[in-house]
């Protein structure tokens, strides 16, 4: 009797759970801090956001927004530090080992102004683009219209729960817009990242 009532508790924790898919990220993420970045060298708020990311080792990833040269052209590409930091791996034949991914992650930090050169097809592969420029400025003249004070704050009281709620309505085309908000939030300066149980977004300061 006592096995099924301890059962019948865990069902109906599990189905509060289940109807708040969307549970904001720990806030230990990213797990260092900007006077870590600042400790570690970094001067520019830039320069800390993209070491935070790269540092987050995490299951649930930051995003970042890097400068990468393609066969196919030159643009700005939102995408998972962790793709990133392997991309950078595969092109220079780094070896897969812990020293190979320090070395990576050097050299990301030391070419992050200039951008990154790709060649390598499998490199590539690790760099997919989500979303194109008219999906992006779609979302960008949403996102525009905030702060980042405003959004944190609204993340924080719950207002912006989900934060995909900001683009709602979003036209029905190929592209990923949720890749295209975490673009456009990276630009103002917010940590965002990718949920490991479900794959929304997550902001945090």
């Known amino acids: 009797m006592q096995i099924g009532r301890i059962f019948a508790a865990i069902l109906f924790a599990l189905s509060l759970a289940a109807q708040d898919d969307f549970a904001p990220p720990p806030p ?3 797990p260092k801090s900007a006077q870590d970045a600042r400790s570690a060298g970094m001067v520019t708020q830039q320069d800390v956001q993209f070491w935070r990311a790269l540092t987050n080792t995490s299951t649930a990833p930051s995003f970042v927004v890097a400068d990468v040269c393609l066969p196919s052209g030159r643009r700005m590409i939102c995408i998972e530090a962790p793709f990133l930091l392997y991309a950078i791996q595969i092109e ?3 070896p897969a080992t812990e020293k190979g991914r320090r070395e990576a992650f050097e050299i990301a930090i030391s070419q992050h102004h200039q951008g990154y050169i790709f060649k390598n097809p499998k490199a590539i592969k690790n760099l997919p683009i989500r979303y194109n420029e008219a999906e ?3 979302v960008e003249d949403i996102v525009c219209k905030y702060s980042a004070k405003q959004i944190l704050e609204n993340v924080r009281d719950r207002r912006l729960h989900p934060i995909e709620s900001l683009i ?3 036209p ?8 295209a908000l975490a673009h456009s939030l990276y630009t103002k300066g917010i940590c965002v990242g990718r949920g490991c149980v479900n794959s929304s977004l997550w902001v945090a300061e």
């Open 92 to 94: 220079k034949r780094l």
């Open 172 to 179: 029905k085309t190929k592209g990923d817009y949720r890749i």
């Open 136 to 138: 992006l400025k779609w």
């Open 28 to 30: 230990t993420l990213p």
């Open 168 to 170: 709602q309505g979003a």
